[in-house]
């Protein structure tokens, strides 16, 4: 019944549009005051959930992204992929997931990734020639990318909240996320091939050169920062402060990052950064009170007498992840499920690292689907596009990220592949 309770008043407070954050907080204070525990209790909790070190990545993360955007770099890849692949009819669908995977190095971010290149993407298909639905569902939809590939933002999260290798599990996450760029781009030849209209170009040799010319030390920066990261030279904290630096120096060399987009860039970082750790900090409050109430117990008893198969378990997280991504922003549930599901993943005996790859793909599903698909937003916001023509848009290629999902689900083998073979 307190459960219950929790959970209408939770609902509530969504329905009526109230932030997560605050959806969060307030029921579990109501909690705490009639169970008879202390405001100071509640304080130390949220307190120490948003003071973890592995989170100061986050904000750092968030830097180099903004820094990136705002220095021009989005622009340069997306010019560079245009040049070199003029030749490749329906060439602008590939385009658009290549440059989401060279920026999805340094951003990490969808809804970053989203704001940036669908600025640039959008208005080009629609000039080319491509639908408005074609080209809104391929800019929104490849930037889920981001969020998978490393540096990932949720991965940073999971692996503070799980207690694992950061570094293991931006391993694990390659894999899965060119995966994803591979079955986006096998459902724009489908798209494009049904389209006669669209046309292959001519390549202009002095572009790509000039272009080449623009990206080359921009995509010098994933190697200084995975690279760091997987081969032990850095922490992921540290490669992210490296990682700022070096961005901070191209765009020093290339004169691209006026004083006005830097303070743009800091102000967008401490503005997204706040809003998370508003998030963590009330979803882990909220998590004490599920723990509290047995929850996890509760559903491991529930699945254990579904099935005792590890990919069932998967499964069932998929699908719960998909369905809490359509209403609670993904960091929230992370937060809120990571502490309930590791216990649950340890009596299935799933590796943490297959879990986290898994939950981040399924709840990155969730950017895409309404009412609380953040990269929907954003892409109507920059394309000047109605919610629903977008989502439409959308739907063909959310089909790669479910098989994705699916994939990691049946064969842990390859998400482990290559922390196994990196010995993480």
């Avoid at 995509?219 to 490296?242: M, N, S």
Wanted: hydrophobic share 60%.
């Amino acid at each position: 019944m307190t459960l219950t309770l929790l959970a209408l008043g939770i609902a509530v407070l969504l329905v009526f549009r109230v932030p997560v954050a605050f959806a969060f907080l307030g029921p579990s204070l109501v909690y705490m005051l009639l169970m008879g525990q202390s405001a100071g209790q509640a304080l130390r909790l949220v307190t120490n959930a948003s003071s973890s070190f592995p989170l100061l990545a986050v904000p750092l993360f968030i830097l180099l992204g903004s820094l990136a955007n705002h220095a021009g770099i989005a622009d340069s890849l997306f010019r560079f992929a245009m040049a070199a692949l003029a030749r490749v009819r329906g060439n602008l669908g590939y385009v658009a997931i290549g440059t989401s995977v060279g920026f999805s190095w340094m951003s990490g971010s969808a809804v970053a990734d989203a704001a940036a290149l669908g600025k640039v993407q959008i208005p080009a298909m629609i000039r080319a020639g491509y639908g408005r639905r074609f080209a809104t569902g391929v800019s929104a939809s490849s930037s889920l990318i981001a969020p998978v590939m490393p540096p990932s933002i949720p991965a940073v999260i999971y692996a503070g909240l799980a207690a694992v290798s950061t570094g293991a599990l931006f391993a694990a996450s390659v894999i899965p996320a060119l995966a994803m760029a591979l079955g986006l781009c096998i459902v724009v030849w489908i798209l494009v091939k049904r389209n006669p209209a669209i046309k292959a170009g001519r390549v202009d040799r002095a572009e790509v050169i000039a272009s080449f010319k623009q990206v080359i030390l921009p995509l010098i920066a994933p190697f200084i920062i995975l690279g760091g990261i997987l081969g032990g030279f850095f922490t992921p904290t540290e490669a992210a402060a490296v990682g700022v630096v070096y961005i901070l120096l191209v765009a020093l060399v290339q004169r691209s990052l006026p004083w006005k987009g830097l303070l743009q860039a800091l102000k967008e970082t401490v503005l997204t950064t706040g809003a998370i750790m508003i998030i963590v900090a009330s979803a882990s409050l909220l998590g004490y009170i599920l723990a509290r109430e047995r929850l996890p117990q509760i559903l491991t008893e529930a699945m254990l007498s579904v099935s005792d198969n590890p990919s069932v378990f998967l499964l069932m997280c998929m699908v719960i992840c998909l369905i809490l991504g359509t209403v609670i922003d993904a960091t929230a549930i992370l937060v809120l499920i990571v502490p309930i599901l590791l216990p649950i993943a340890e009596r299935y005996d799933v590796d943490p690292i297959v879990l986290g790859v898994v939950l981040i793909i399924s709840l990155m599903i969730g950017l895409l689907t309404p009412p609380v698909g953040t990269v929907l937003f954003v892409t109507a916001a920059v394309s000047k596009t109605r919610i629903g023509e977008v989502f439409r848009g959308c739907l063909p290629f959310i089909v790669p990220s479910l098989v994705v999902a699916l994939l990691c689900m049946l064969l842990p083998a390859a998400v482990m592949w290559l922390p196994n073979v990196l010995g993480l």
